[in-house]
Structures are given as C-alpha cells and as structure tokens.
C-alpha cells in the first residue's frame, strides 16, 4: 500500500500513531531461504522496554502431525489465517528472551542456538531441512516496526495495526484481527466489512510481510556479496 494510501487509512480507522509500539524483527535463514522454503520461519524480536521473544514457526501445518502433549502447552499455538482467496494453517512455539540478548546474538557475542528453549531448538531439528543446523544460518534483518492494538467503534474485535520499515524506504502495512476457531468465517466476513467501510480494498496486491522481509533481506546480501 503506498505511503499516502496507509495514512489514510490509519487516519480512516482512527488510530493514533503515536500509541504505537516500537519493535525490531530479526530474522535467521540461508541466503537462498532454504527454511522458509520447507515452510519453517525462526525470528527474534527486541521490543520497547528491553524485553524480547522468539519464534519458531510452520506454515503451512496440518495440526493432525503435531505432538498433542506439545499442542497443550502454553508455549505453542496453532493458527488459521484467513486472508483474500483463501487460509492456511500455522504453528508457533514461543520463546522470551531480552532485548540485550538478541543484540548480543546478532553482533556475534552468543551463538543463535542461545536465545531459544531446549524445546524450541527441538521443535526445529524436526522439522528444519536436514543438515541445516541452526549455526548456519545468517541474520536477515532487522526490521524495524510499529505495532498498536485498537479497538474500533464500529467494530467490536480488537484490531492489530503493524507498520513494516524497509531501509529503502518501502512500508507494509498490516492490519489483522483475531477470533475463535469456531468463529473464524464469520469473523472474517465482519471484518471484511469492516475493512471496506473504511475504503480498504481487498482485491488490492497482498504481501506478507515475513516472504516480504527475507526476500528483501536476502536479495541485499547476495548483492552484497557480489560487490565485496
């Protein structure tokens, strides 16, 4: 969405940008994005306040493949995103962490293996690419974003507002909301009408803003690479 489009829109449904939470993204993948291509995403993020977390995330899962006892555990959800022309099913194993962790991370003071749980590090060995150990991966980042929670008067789910800055200048915009299973169509149309009260037009290009960032992320460090 172009710049004047997301002010617009910001201003349509009445958040304040200032209310906003400042957060980096880190994220962590071969240059040729051989995780995200087996449908296995690894992030950290440093948040305001110096606080941090983790994730290690399937998309697309079948939760049928999951271990139950994992599936009970406060750590880990699964998801189903409903987006324009379809869903998928996602699954996320949560970690907490500090703000000065992932720095440290990042610089190259602790290995990457340390800002995630013994259970998330499990969680990755099954289901990452063989061979591709997590010391091989390299950071694709970061972003810097802009996160809000709102709560609409027109609309009585709370609304999730994410702003995505590139280094080049471009921004994604994200707005989402979030409901029961067993509420999610009819959610879905609501918010649907929601979004178009507003003028968000849904048949407009979508982009995901994790293919997004590794796709941006990798591209600079292959061409990096060949000017070095």
């Known amino acids: 969405m172009p710049a004047t489009g997301q002010r617009a829109t910001l201003k349509s449904i009445g958040l304040d940008p200032v209310e906003a939470q400042p957060r980096q993204a880190f994220f962590f993948d071969t240059p040729d994005l051989d995780l995200y291509r087996a ?20 998309r697309p899962v079948d939760p049928a493949t999951i271990d139950p006892e994992l599936r009970r555990s406060a750590s880990f959800k699964i998801e189903v995103d409903l987006m324009p022309g379809g ?32 259970g998330q590090r499990a969680f990755y060995d099954e289901h990452a690419p063989e ?24 609309f009585d789910r709370p609304i999730t507002v994410e702003l995505w800055l590139y280094p080049d200048g471009s921004r994604i915009l994200e707005i989402s909301t979030k409901c029961l299973p067993k509420e999610a169509f009819q959610a879905a149309a609501e918010f649907k009408d929601y979004l178009a009260r507003h003028g968000i037009a849904l048949g407009a290009e979508q982009a995901a803003k994790t293919k997004s960032t590794l796709e941006f992320f990798s591209a600079r460090l292959k061409k990096e690479g060949l000017a070095g």
């Open 87 to 118: 869903f998928v099913c996602s699954a996320s194993f949560k970690g907490l962490c500090t703000g000065q962790e992932v720095l440290d991370v990042t610089s190259g003071k602790l290995p990457l293996r340390k800002l995630f749980s013994r």
């Open 131 to 154: 061979g591709l150990t997590m010391d091989k991966l390299v950071l694709l980042g970061p972003t810097f974003l802009l996160k809000a929670k709102h709560w609409a008067k027109d």
């Open 39 to 58: 449908g296995v995403v690894v992030r950290a993020r440093r948040i305001q306040g110096g606080d941090g977390d983790t994730v290690i995330k399937l």
